[in-house]
Structures are given as structure tokens and as C-alpha cells.
């Protein structure tokens, strides 16, 4: 049986430093990428641009909102970028000018409902598992001026970009289906590295529980030590993750409350529910699952015995030196 295929697009907002480190990722300007696995910069070579930024992102943006006489707020929505991509399916034996053709169509498609002048830069990755490109845009209407609640809009209007969307692809190519917006499914896009970096989570809070699980009046202190150690990754990463999860609030609150008839759903889910479905659910339960993950995260810091947050807190100079 073969396997359905769907042309994907995905819109985020971006008001200010947060528009370098997209431009950090999607220009490969950086050397290493620890944080996501998935880059195999061996095959970096392959990637290609089919819109060049002409200068910085955030400069480039600034200008043209300049030069279109807006005046802006400190959270004014200043790049919107556009993720394209497909299901594996779509690409799989295709070569590269293959590829390239697709992500051309792509091109064809969003420059018939936005200036090609607002677009700062489209870039395909071919270094990840699938192809995808990062199309980042300054957000002017028609009529110059900047917002992005118009261009991306609500709910109402994400579902008509899906559409157009679909509509346009399955012309060239036929066997895509129209997949689910997040307006359908009631979720914002989570992106798969947040996934990855729940799962580095978990890892160091497992590590952390089996040394609070096996502290004693006997090797406290060098349980402390160890413990302190890990914290000062451990601490940082859970911040990271709050703000992470906090940026996809809607999709959590609504996953939480959900979660009973979510499981009850999967276990009718071989019997009962159609193939999209099932899809669609089970990725309601991964949602509320990294929820729980997360909270569980939190929760082990409230388990820290006072002496090991004291060692923590002590200046690591005060403890380099302790432990010559």
C-alpha cells in the first residue's frame, strides 16, 4: 500500500533577536549545530538558494520597512518565514534538479499572493532527512504596510493558504492530498527538534533522579558535588524549555485538558478511525505528552535537597578550589 503524500507549509513570526538565529540555521553560518542532530554538514554542499539574502536579515527587514515609510513597535512582527517541505514520500528517488523543481513550483506559488521584493531569503536544505526550504519575508501588504496578522492572518486564513496551497502543487503534481492545517487540528506546528531536546532532557533528569534517589549522610557531599554538575546544564535547558513550550501554549493547554479522551481515542484507534486520523490524534498525544515531560522537569527541581542547591550556588571558583 502506498504511503499518502502531502505538500506542507508552515508559517512562524519573528520580532527581533530571536531573526539572527534563524539566519544562523537557515544560512549555515554557523560551524557546529549540537543542537540539531540531523544536520550532516557533509551534505551542506548540497543546499541551494533559489532567493539570495541580499544583506543581513535583520538589516534587510529593517530597510525595506524603512523604505515603505512604516512605523514599527517593539513587538512588531518584522520577518514572517514560510517552512515548505513534504512528506518523504514526495522526494523519495528524486534527484536533485528534481527537487529543485519542486521548490521552484513552491516559489511560483507564494509570489502570486506576495512581492517577490519582500522575500529576503529562500533556501533549500538538502542536508536534513527530507528537503524543505526556508522562505523568510518581510511581512508589507499590498498597500505598504507592515502586518503580518493580515498576510498570515487568523485561522480562517491559514485554512485558505492551505488551500491555495494544495490547489496549486497537485496541478504539477497529482497524487498529493490536502493535509491538515493547524486551524483543522486545533495545534500549532511543534517542530521536531523540541521533540529531540525533551528527549536530552529526560536523559539528564534520569540521571539526576538516580542520584537523588541514592543520596545518603555518607556521600552527600560528593553526591552534591556531582549533582551540581549536572545542573549547570540541567537548569538552563529547562529554561530554555519553558520558553520553547510557552511560544506553543495554545497547542499545550488544549492537549492537557484533552489528554483522557485522547488515550481513549488511541486505544480505538486500529478498529475505528480512518488513516488521517489516527495520525492526527497520535500527534495530540505526543504534544501532551512533552507537556508532561516537561512538567516532570520542573518538578524534579522542587526535589533538590537545600545542601545540594547551596553546593550549586556556591562560585565555581570556591569549588575548583575546594577540590584541590
Same mark, same amino acid.
Not at 55 to 67: D, F, G, K, L, N
Not at 76 to 90: G, H, I, K, N, W
Not at 152 to 179: A, C, I, S
Not at 209 to 225: F, M, V
Given at each position: /500500500?502506498?504511503?499518502s503524500q502531502y505538500?506542507?507549509?508552515?508559517?512562524?513570526?519573528?520580532?527581533?533577536?530571536?531573526?539572527?538565529?534563524?539566519?544562523?540555521?537557515?544560512?549555515?553560518?554557523?560551524? &557546529?549545530?549540537?543542537?540539531?542532530p540531523d544536520i550532516d554538514c557533509s551534505r551542506s554542499k548540497y543546499n541551494f538558494h533559489l532567493i539570495e539574502p541580499p544583506?543581513?536579515?535583520? +538589516?534587510?527587514?529593517?530597510?525595506?520597512?524603512?523604505?515603505a515609510g512604516c512605523r514599527t513597535r517593539t513587538d512588531?512582527?518584522?520577518?514572517?518565514?514560510?517552512?515548505?517541505? +513534504?512528506?518523504?514520500?514526495?522526494f523519495k528517488g528524486k534527484k536533485l534538479p528534481e527537487v529543485r523543481r519542486y521548490f521552484e513550483e513552491v516559489l511560483c506559488f507564494f509570489e502570486q499572493y506576495q512581492s517577490r521584493e519582500t522575500i529576503i531569503s529562500a533556501v533549500v536544505h538538502m542536508d536534513e532527512k527530507t528537503p524543505h526550504m526556508h522562505l523568510s519575508f518581510v511581512p508589507l501588504t499590498a498597500d505598504?504596510?507592515?502586518? +503580518?496578522?493580515e498576510i498570515?492572518?487568523? &485561522?480562517?486564513?491559514?485554512?485558505?493558504?492551505?488551500?491555495?496551497?494544495?490547489?496549486? /502543487?497537485?496541478? &504539477?503534481?497529482?497524487?498529493?492530498?490536502?493535509?491538515e492545517s493547524a486551524s483543522q487540528t486545533g495545534r500549532d506546528h511543534i517542530p521536531p527538534r523540541i521533540f529531540k531536546e525533551m528527549t536530552r532532557l529526560n536523559k539528564q533528569r534520569q540521571k539526576l533522579?538516580?542520584?537523588?534517589?541514592?543520596?545518603?549522610?555518607?556521600?552527600?557531599?560528593?553526591?552534591? +558535588?556531582e549533582i551540581s554538575k549536572l545542573l549547570d546544564g540541567y537548569i538552563p535547558a529547562v529554561e530554555k524549555m519553558h520558553t520553547q513550550l510557552k511560544k506553543y501554549n495554545v497547542a499545550f493547554t488544549e492537549t492537557a485538558t484533552e489528554n483522557k479522551q485522547l488515550k481513549k481515542k488511541a486505544a480505538e484507534l486500529e478498529q475505528s478511525l480512518e488513516a488521517a486520523t489516527k495520525t492526527s490524534v497520535l500527534k495530540e498525544l505526543r504534544d501532551a505528552q512533552l507537556r508532561h515531560d516537561y512538567e516532570d522537569a520542573l518538578a524534579l527541581l522542587e526535589r533538590i535537597p537545600k545542601e545540594v542547591l547551596d553546593e550549586f550556588r556556591r562560585p565555581k571558583a570556591a569549588q575548583r578550589t575546594a577540590e584541590l
Open positions: /500500500m502506498s504511503q505538500a506542507i507549509m508552515r508559517f512562524a513570526k519573528y520580532k527581533g533577536p530571536e531573526i539572527s538565529s534563524i539566519e544562523a540555521h537557515n544560512e549555515r553560518t554557523k560551524e &557546529k549545530y549540537a543542537s540539531n544583506q543581513r536579515y535583520r +538589516a534587510e527587514a529593517e530597510r525595506q520597512i524603512s523604505v512588531s512582527v518584522r520577518v514572517v518565514e514560510v517552512l515548505f517541505t +513534504a512528506t518523504p514520500e514526495v505598504g504596510r507592515l502586518s +503580518a496578522k498570515v492572518g487568523n &485561522k480562517k486564513k491559514l485554512t485558505w493558504w492551505q488551500d491555495k496551497f494544495w490547489e496549486h /502543487m497537485v496541478q &504539477k503534481y497529482p497524487d498529493l492530498e490536502r493535509g533522579e538516580e542520584l537523588l534517589t541514592g543520596i545518603g549522610p555518607l556521600n552527600s557531599k560528593k553526591r552534591a +558535588a
